[in-house]
C-alpha cells in the first residue's frame, strides 16, 4: 500500500520560512518523479514544484526563486523548503508522485493533479501578515 505522508506545515509570518517533508512507502521510490501542489480555500490544486526522478526540477511561476524542492532517496523523502512567504502561499500543501520513465524531466511531468498517480493527506501552512 502506497503511503505519501507530509508533515512541517504550521502558522508562520510573513517573511518568513518552513521546510515540508513528504515520506514516501509502499513504493519504489527511485522510479518515481515527485510533486507538491497546494490548495487555498475554495480554490482549485496547483501545481507548485516537480522534481524528476534524476533530480530535476521544475516551478511555478510564483514560487520560482522563494521554494526548494529537493528529495533524499535514502530517505524515500521528499522536501520543500519555503523561504519568503507571502500570505498567498497559505494553503493545503499535498505531495504526489507521479511513476515515469528514467529520462522524464520535471516539466514533463506536468501539472495538472490528475497526471499524477499517489497523494499525501495534506499539511496545512498559514502565513500571516
Known amino acids: 500500500q502506497v503511503q505519501l505522508v507530509e508533515s512541517g506545515g504550521g502558522l508562520v509570518q510573513a517573511g518568513g520560512s518552513l521546510r515540508l517533508s513528504c515520506a514516501a512507502s509502499?513504493?519504489?521510490?527511485?522510479?518515481?518523479?515527485m510533486g507538491w501542489f497546494r490548495q487555498a480555500p475554495g480554490k482549485e490544486r496547483d501545481f507548485v514544484a516537480a522534481?524528476?526522478?534524476?533530480?530535476?526540477?521544475y516551478y511555478a511561476d510564483s514560487v520560482k526563486g522563494r521554494f526548494t524542492i529537493s528529495r533524499d532517496n535514502a530517505k524515500n523523502t521528499v522536501y520543500l523548503q519555503m523561504n519568503s512567504l507571502k500570505p498567498e502561499d497559505t494553503a493545503v500543501y499535498y505531495c504526489?508522485?507521479?511513476?515515469?520513465?528514467?529520462?522524464?524531466?520535471?516539466?514533463?511531468?506536468?501539472?495538472?493533479?490528475?497526471?499524477?498517480?499517489?497523494w499525501g493527506q495534506g499539511t496545512r501552512v498559514t502565513v500571516s501578515s
Open positions: 504526489a508522485a507521479k511513476r515515469t520513465s528514467r529520462s522524464t524531466t520535471a516539466q514533463a511531468m506536468g501539472v495538472m493533479p490528475n497526471e499524477y498517480d499517489y
Open positions: 522534481i524528476s526522478r534524476s533530480g530535476g526540477t
Open positions: 509502499g513504493l519504489t521510490f527511485t522510479s518515481y518523479g
